[in-house]
Every structure is written in C-alpha cells, then in structure tokens.
C-alpha cells in the first residue's frame, strides 16, 4: 500500500516496540503511549496527516484523533477491532508487565525460532526474509499487545465520553463478513463504511489499491 502512495504523498511507516526492526519495549503498551508515539511522528501543526490504521492500531488513530483533531487531515481505518469496555483481570495486566524484560530471554528467543516464522506465514501468506519473527523480542511484544488490549479499549471509551471527534474525512474498510461494530464505528463518526467482498481478513495484503484510493480520495497527506 505505502509504494502506491509514494509517488504522491510523503509516507511515513513505522513498527512498534518490539515489532519488525524496532526495539523490544520497555514498559507494557497503552493507549495514551501509543498515542504520544504517533504525534512524535506527525508534522508539526499546521501540516496535517491522513492516518491509517489496522486493527487494534484503530483504537490508537481513534484516540490520535480525539486528542490531536488539529493535526488530523483524515482517517482510514482498516477492519477496526471491535471494541469492548472490560477491564482486563489483574493477572493479565501483572503478566502484562513483566512480558517486556521476558523478550530478551533465552527462552523467548528459541521459542521465537521454533513459531515465528511460521506464524508469520499463517497470518499474512508470505514468508520473513528480513527474519524480524525469530527474535525473541516478537513474541513478547505480541503477548504483550493482546494483554493491554482490555486496558486500551476500556481507556478509549473513557476517551469517546470526555473528547469530540473532529470534523475530518473516514473511512472504514472491512470484508464482506465484517462484525456489525465496523459500520456502527463508521456512523459514529461520521464516515462511510467500505464493505470489500471476497477479501476476508487480510486487506493490507489482497486490496492495498483499496486502502490507496481511500488516503487519496480528498485527504491531503499519508
């Protein structure tokens, strides 16, 4: 999707802690953390970014938006995770803290070698030439990711109650079979929900042109 864009828009990708070529974190993920990291990358106002998000990484852009409507130009939201306001059990947040220092461990790494590339091929379809998912940072991270979830959902919603969300260009992309939850996202704020059939869950890879078209379609930036 980023080389569609390339051409005409400045492009600005990043991994996460822990993720691809990034870091193993430090501290558990939040919400606000995530946010903060996402206006580190914005231009300084008054440029502005259309954001595109998948996933979970639908919450943080939400929240980005909320937090930061002035340096939003507009959102793409690609089959948004639904929401719900659960907190999550003490074990998982206490788990949840201790999984950072996990990733630089022995056992984290051999674990790693033995499933991270073949995750890696069951989720997307491809293989890892760059070998990122035999590390054992990955693991942790992604462990880590699912644990704050409860947290970061629960936050949004406290976020959705106390802060508007700005006047700017959405759109929500899902396949065919999407949860109902993507189009009442796409109500609530005031965007067009897009519904690709045939595509099932992998939509960065099978329709990036869809994903494209939509940062084009009267958004200034990427």
Not at 89 to 101: D, I
Not at 147 to 173: E, Q, S
Not at 193 to 219: D, E, F, K, N, S
Request: one cysteine or more; hydrophobic letters at 50%.
């Amino acid at each position: 999707m980023a080389e569609l864009l390339a051409g005409s828009r400045r492009v600005i990708r990043f991994d996460r802690p822990g993720l691809g070529r990034s870091p193993r974190p430090v501290t558990p993920p939040t919400l606000y953390a995530e946010v903060a990291r996402l206006a580190a990358l914005a231009p300084a106002h008054p440029e502005q970014v259309t954001l595109v998000a998948h996933g979970v990484a639908c919450w943080h852009a939400e929240a980005f938006a909320r937090l930061h409507p002035l340096c939003l130009a507009g959102l793409v939201l690609v089959d948004p995770a639904c929401v719900a306001g659960r907190r999550p059990y003490a074990a998982a947040r206490n788990a949840g803290r201790w999984l950072p220092a996990l990733g630089g461990t022995w056992g984290a790494a051999v674990l790693a070698r033995m499933t991270g590339p073949v995750a890696h091929r069951l989720l997307t379809g491809l293989p890892d030439p760059s070998g990122v998912y035999v590390l054992g940072k990955v693991p942790a991270a992604v462990v880590g990711e699912w644990l704050a979830r409860g947290d970061m959902a629960a936050d949004l919603l406290l976020l959705r109650a106390d802060k508007p969300f700005p006047a700017v260009p959405v759109t929500v992309i899902s396949g065919e079979d999407a949860d109902e939850c993507q189009a009442r996202l796409a109500a609530t704020l005031g965007g067009r929900h897009v519904r690709l059939p045939g595509i099932g869950r992998r939509i960065p890879l099978r329709a990036p042109q869809a994903i494209a078209g939509a940062v084009t379609a009267g958004h200034v930036d990427a």
